[in-house]
């Protein structure tokens, strides 16, 4: 090997353990650096010259550890540079769109909600959501030409093949490729899935199911969905609509479903339906968060009804976990944290699933709430960006 050559790798493997120290050390200065990596002052000097040209470092005195000895002014500190560029997410529910721009590591600086009836107007909501985007990222500071992904999702069965909503689900998005159509309007990749599977993700990363491999993330709100982890993956199926679970039928001749079957599980256990069920007992208007609140308080209406939903969303869950046998599952969506629905999962589960699948199972209440699908979609697009981008 030529002399030059050699030289070359001396370099290159000498850049890597300043790079490395930083990494794990946080910042630095010159003479910790060359300390740390046992090379020369002039060595690291040099290195930390070429690495500022390239921007992978920077200089600064904010931070890092108090330096040893000395009085005066701190030392300058060399520190990795942040990774370029930003994020977005955009959540998009049957009567929401919430907006979030991050920094590329995911961490949310601004935010943006409004309430829309999203069902019925496709186009509407994805104009809506895109000027949603460029408005939080001047809220955060964020330079529009520095967007590197939005991830999205909406509230239904998203076809990864034809990147459409399945049929009937949405009426107002018929025909709408929604991470396409976003995409069009941003001129960013878009990153889209279905809500059940981003507030999987979310759960799984920063909530309830941090450290599980194998967890069934279940959404009860409008309607009622799940995202299914295993190996620590989602699992979205061949056609990415995996875990669809509001759609199991649990009596042949019920009400007619939004996706076309009749009796579906869906029709019996939603947060509206539910309200409905209990609206003519009391004389103040019911929402989810009152609903949830007389729940906590002992209601008794409201607990009968919630431990009904619960046992028969719990059925359909026995079945799936002697299918998968999970670890855990996530309840999540506006009805998740009541103690009555949780209870009567855990019952049904208990009641129906092989018993060695049922002990090893735990039942827990999602810890982002209604943050899930925000968080989950900004961590969508860290890992778009992530796979697309070298770093
Ligand atoms: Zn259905």
Same mark, same amino acid.
């Not at 396409?180 to 920063?206: M, S, T, W, Y």
């Not at 409201?302 to 079945?319: F, H, K, M, P, Y």
């Given at each position: 090997?030529?002399?030059?050559?050699?030289?070359?790798?001396?370099?290159?493997?000498?850049?890597?353990?300043?790079?490395?120290?930083?990494?794990?050390?946080?910042?630095?200065?010159?003479?910790?650096?060359?300390?740390?990596?046992?090379?020369?002052?002039?060595?690291?000097?040099?290195?930390?010259?070429?690495?500022?040209?390239?921007?992978?470092?920077?200089?600064?005195?904010?931070?890092?550890?108090?330096?040893?000895?000395?009085?005066?002014?701190?030392?300058?500190?060399?520190?990795?540079?942040?990774?370029?560029?930003?994020?977005a997410g955009v959540d998009?529910?049957?009567?929401?769109?919430r907006v979030a721009?991050a920094?590329?590591?995911?961490?949310i600086?601004?935010e943006?909600a409004?309430?829309?009836?999203?069902?019925?107007?496709?186009?509407?909501?994805?104009?809506?959501?895109?000027?949603?985007?460029?408005?939080?990222?001047?809220?955060?500071?964020?330079?529009?030409?520095?967007?590197?992904? $939005?991830g999205?999702c909406?509230?239904?069965?998203?076809?990864?093949?034809?990147?459409?909503?399945?049929?009937?689900?949405?009426?107002?998005?018929?025909?709408?490729?929604?991470?396409?159509?976003?995409?069009?309007?941003?001129?960013?990749?878009?990153?889209?899935?279905?809500?059940?599977?981003v507030g999987?993700?979310a759960?799984?990363?920063?909530?309830?199911?941090?450290?599980?491999?194998?967890?069934?993330? $279940?959404?009860?709100?409008?309607?009622?969905?799940?995202?299914?982890?295993?190996?620590?993956?989602?699992?979205?199926?061949?056609?990415?609509?995996?875990?669809?679970?509001?759609?199991?039928?649990?009596?042949?001749?019920?009400?007619?479903?939004?996706?076309?079957?009749?009796?579906?599980?869906?029709?019996?256990?939603?947060?509206?339906?539910?309200?409905?069920?209990?609206?003519?007992?009391?004389?103040?208007?019911?929402?989810?968060?009152?609903?949830?609140?007389?729940?906590?308080?002992?209601?008794?209406?409201?607990?009968?009804?919630?431990?009904?939903?619960?046992?028969?969303?719990?059925?359909?869950?026995?079945?799936?976990?002697?299918?998968?046998?999970?670890?855990?599952?996530?309840?999540?969506?506006?009805?998740?944290?009541?103690?009555?629905?949780?209870?009567?999962?855990?019952?049904?589960?208990?009641?129906?699933?092989?018993?060695?699948?049922?002990?090893?199972?735990?039942?827990?209440?999602?810890?982002l709430?209604d943050r899930a699908e925000i968080t989950g979609t900004v961590a969508?697009?860290?890992?778009?960006?992530?796979?697309?981008?070298?770093?």
């Amino acid at each position: 090997m030529s002399i030059s050559g050699s030289l070359e790798r001396l370099r290159a493997a000498n850049t890597r353990a300043v790079l490395t120290l930083l990494a794990g050390e946080g910042p630095m200065s010159r003479a910790d650096l060359a300390r740390g990596t046992g090379l020369s002052r002039t060595t690291v000097s040099s290195l930390v010259t070429a690495l500022m040209a390239t921007g992978q470092v920077s200089e600064t005195t904010a931070r890092g550890k108090p330096h040893k000895g000395g009085s005066g002014r701190p030392p300058v500190l060399v520190t990795l540079s942040a990774p370029s560029g930003c994020v977005a997410g955009v959540d998009i529910g049957h009567r929401h769109i919430r907006v979030a721009a991050a920094d590329r590591t995911g961490r949310i600086l601004a935010e943006e909600a409004t309430d829309l009836d999203v069902d019925a107007h496709g186009p509407g909501a994805l104009d809506r959501a895109a000027h949603m985007v460029r408005s939080a990222l001047r809220t955060a500071g964020l330079p529009r030409g520095d967007l590197r992904a $939005v991830g999205m999702c909406v509230p239904a069965p998203l076809d990864r093949r034809s990147s459409r909503i399945s049929t009937g689900i949405l009426p107002g998005w018929r025909d709408l490729p929604p991470g396409d159509e976003l995409e069009r309007r941003l001129g960013v990749p878009v990153f889209a899935d279905n809500d059940a599977n981003v507030g999987a993700l979310a759960e799984l990363n920063h909530g309830a199911a941090r450290g599980m491999l194998d967890v069934v993330f $279940v959404k009860l709100s409008s309607g009622l969905g799940a995202g299914i982890v295993l190996g620590g993956r989602l699992h979205r199926g061949t056609s990415g609509i995996a875990g669809e679970i509001g759609h199991v039928q649990v009596g042949e001749d019920g009400q007619v479903c939004r996706c076309g079957n009749r009796g579906c599980l869906e029709t019996v256990v939603a947060a509206p339906r539910l309200i409905g069920l209990l609206q003519p007992a009391y004389d103040e208007e019911l929402s989810t968060e009152l609903v949830r609140a007389l729940d906590s308080a002992g209601d008794a209406g409201v607990r009968r009804v919630l431990s009904d939903a619960g046992r028969a969303v719990g059925r359909a869950l026995a079945d799936l976990c002697n299918s998968l046998n999970p670890e855990g599952v996530v309840v999540g969506g506006s009805l998740g944290p009541s103690p009555s629905l949780l209870e009567g999962i855990r019952a049904s589960i208990d009641r129906y699933a092989q018993p060695d699948v049922a002990a090893s199972v735990t039942v827990a209440a999602g810890q982002l709430g209604d943050r899930a699908e925000i968080t989950g979609t900004v961590a969508l697009a860290v890992a778009g960006v992530a796979a697309r981008v070298p770093a």
